[in-house]
């Protein structure tokens, strides 16, 4: 019974180049959020995902950043061409329901470094 | 959209005594109210929550308070323990919201 699964938990990256964060949500949950943690900081929401539909992706910046969550296989939040400030810790998390009023189980996130 | 607000930012508390942190929120819609407890390289892990048609909830050591009049919610732990110590982040959701954290309320429990 795996919970939320994201890969790679560490990431590292030069300026320029790009980085992939993938996330499994839980079984049974069809609904995925991404947040971003930076340093000292709370939880940002980025964006909502249910399968093949952005639902939600108000917490996005506007460019170099995308999120999908294809019918077969996990989501994947995608940055091009990262600069040091996006180095953070990035969570996704899952809920069977897609309302904002269910729980949300996180993962156990992804650091990305950008050197 | 809705603003979470979250005191203190830091607490420390001897073992055994007790830890309270506040929090306050923007928008009447919201009707869930969770808190998760990070530790130090991991995921934030729902600890309790509360939905707006109780005012009152416990689990052993932890309870958490609503007021939807005055738009408050804490988190009282009692008993501390030093395993305890941790990044609580309370937040707000409900309806079609996305859930809305505070910023964070680091716990030291001092053995």
């Known amino acids: 019974n795996a919970g939320v699964m994201q890969n790679p938990r560490h990431l590292v990256r030069r300026r320029g180049q790009e980085a992939r964060l993938r996330c499994s949500p839980m079984?049974?949950?069809?609904?995925v959020y991404w947040y971003r943690q930076l340093p000292e900081e709370g939880l940002k929401f980025m964006v909502y995902l249910q399968k093949e539909n952005i639902i939600d992706e108000s917490g996005m910046p506007k460019e170099r950043f995308s999120a999908e969550f294809p019918k077969e296989g996990p989501s994947i939040l995608r940055i091009q061409q990262v600069v040091r400030g996006d180095s953070a810790a990035y969570f996704c998390a899952s809920s069977r329901q897609g309302t904002g009023a269910n729980v949300l189980t996180f993962g156990a996130g992804s650091r990305l470094t950008v050197l | 959209g809705e603003n979470v607000e979250q005191h203190p930012s830091t607490l420390s508390v001897q073992e055994g005594d007790s830890a309270v942190i506040k929090c306050t929120y923007s928008d009447s819609a919201s009707n869930y109210f969770p808190w998760y407890k990070q530790e130090l390289g991991k995921g934030p892990q729902l600890i309790i929550d509360i939905r707006s048609n109780v005012g009152e909830k416990k689990d052993q050591r932890i309870a958490v308070t609503l007021n939807k009049t005055a738009k408050h919610f804490s988190l009282h732990i009692t008993e501390t323990q030093p395993e305890d110590s941790a990044v609580y982040f309370c937040a707000a959701g409900g309806g079609y919201q996305k859930v809305t954290f505070g910023i964070g309320t680091k716990l030291q429990v001092i053995p």
């Open positions: 079984k049974g949950h069809s609904h």
